[in-house]
Structure formats: structure tokens, C-alpha cells
């Protein structure tokens, strides 16, 4: 693992995101490790959290580990330099309303931030927009969370948002560029300095996200093009999380299309 900031580095790539996704499991000396070798080949860190949390859940149990997860993950993310910690929130099931599941989500990351030590400075929480209706995360969601919250800043992914209203959003330049400008206008420049997103072309059925897909099954959507104009057109600094199924090789793609490499 602490082998990968430098493997980025050689192929032009300077961000990586930690999989955490089925527990936390890296221990403090190898995260590190990985922070060392990060910040000597100038890659970016960010952790995404384990994948069972719903904090939107009146279930106490299933609360109380949902926070307990959460709450492991911002200690290793501060160890491996992370600046922001991927949550997917919850789901609406099992809640009265949509503002009772916000509210669980919004009192499990309060607690979460008074539960962490002092040395735990670097990462923000991080509610990720996500791509089924069933599960709390739109793009007004996300923001009220930060925005309640404080120590928080949204993920974009845009092929949830494209994977949650059918194909029907994220279709042109302005519905990227007018969630760029919410953003900063609900909860400041900090927010989209830098803008955490991730990308990739997605499946979809009714209620939402089927599947990820590479950037060659253009039988898919949304068209990074669209979202990479978006980047251009506002000046946004952003981060790019490759969520194809060929991770890296994707990234290069995207970095191609968008950026120039750095040398």
C-alpha cells in the first residue's frame, strides 16, 4: 500500500482516495507510512468510510456502530493525511420523514466530532451525494448536512446524481456549474477549495444506481466532457476520484481530457 503514491506519481495521478470501505483495518504504523510516502510524491489524501453506515437509522444499535465506524475511520484518515472522509449517510427507511432522517444523520456526525481526540485536526466529514432514492444524499441534503454540521464538506458524485434522477441531470454544463455555485454560496469557499468529487459513467434502473462503468461503454452516462467544461468554465479547484471499474487507467483518461499533465 505505501507503494501506490509513488506508483500515482509515475503515471501522472496525484490524488488517492483509502478504500475503507469493509472496516477500517490499516494500522497506525503502515498509515504512516502511507502519509510519508504521500506528501513525498505530492498526492493527495482522502478516505472513504466503511460502506455500513446509516446513521439516518432509528435503530439504536445500528446508529451507535454506524458512529463507532465513522468515528475509526477519521482517526486513520488523520494518520494517512486525509483531508476529507467519504460517508455515505443513510437511508430514509424506517424514518417518519425526510427532515427525521437529516436530523439522525446530522446528530450521529455531531457526536462523532465531540467524540474525536484533539490530534485528530486534518480531515473533514465528508456526506456523499448518492445514486438510489432510497438513501439520503441530493445535493440540497449534502449541504443542509455540512451546513448544520461544520466540520463537514460535501463529495459530488456525479454519477450518482446522474444515476438518481434517471439520466435526467447532470446532462449539460450548467447543472454542474449551478452545483458548483450552490455550494459555495450555502457554505463559503472553504467548501470548494478543493471540491471533493468523484466521476465515472453508471448504470441505472428505477429508483437509481445499477452499476459503475468505464469511460469506453458510452452506452452510458453522464459524459465527462460536460463536467469537465463545468471545472473549466468556473476555475473550481477540484478533486477527481476515478469510480470506474479500471480505476487508474480512467484517471489518465480524465486527467487527458481535462488537465495537462504534470511532469
Known amino acids: ?73 477519521m482517526l486513520a484518515a488523520e494518520w494517512i493525511g486525509a483531508y476529507v472522509v467519504v460517508i455515505h449517510p443513510g437511508y430514509y427507511k424506517g424514518t417518519s420523514s425526510r427532515e427525521e432522517a437529516l436530523n439522525r444523520i446530522i446528530d450521529g456526525f455531531r457526536e462523532v466530532i465531540d467524540l474525536l481526540p484533539g490530534w485528530v485536526k486534518k480531515p473533514s466529514l465528508s456526506p456523499e451525494t448518492m445514486g438510489k432514492t432510497s438513501q439520503v444524499g441530493d445535493v440540497e441534503e449534502v449541504v443542509y448536512i455540512c451546513r448544520e454540521v461544520g466540520r463537514c464538506k460535501p463529495t459530488i458524485d456525479w454519477a450518482h446524481l446522474y444515476a438518481r434522477y434517471e439520466g435526467k441531470y447532470v446532462e449539460s454544463v450548467d447543472d454542474v456549474v449551478n452545483v458548483i455555485e450552490y455550494i459555495e454560496k450555502e457554505l463559503g469557499k472553504e467548501a ?9 459513467r453508471i448504470e441505472y434502473g428505477r429508483g437509481g444506481e445499477r452499476m459503475h ?34 480505476l487508474e487507467k480512467d484517471a489518465i483518461k480524465m486527467r487527458n481530457t481535462c488537465y495537462t499533465p504534470k511532469t
Open 213 to 246: 462503468h468505464t469511460l469506453e461503454e458510452r452506452e452510458y452516462g453522464p459524459e465527462w466532457e460536460v463536467v469537465c467544461m463545468a471545472y473549466r468554465d468556473t476555475g473550481i479547484d477540484a478533486v477527481i476520484i476515478s469510480e470506474s471499474p479500471v
Open 1 to 73: 500500500m505505501e507503494g501506490v503514491p509513488r506508483f500515482l506519481r509515475d503515471i501522472g495521478l496525484d490524488a488517492f482516495e483509502y478504500e475503507a470501505v469493509r472496516g477500517v483495518r490499516i494500522s497506525r504504523d503502515k498509515a504512516l507510512k502511507l502519509r510519508e510516502e504521500a506528501e513525498r510524491n505530492d498526492v493527495l489524501m482522502s478516505m472513504h468510510a466503511p460502506y455500513y453506515v446509516n446513521l439516518a437509522s432509528p435503530d439504536v444499535d445500528t446508529w451507535r456502530k454506524s458512529i463507532k465506524r465513522i468515528y475509526e475511520s
Open 192 to 200: 470548494i477549495s478543493p471540491l471533493h468529487t468523484h466521476f465515472s
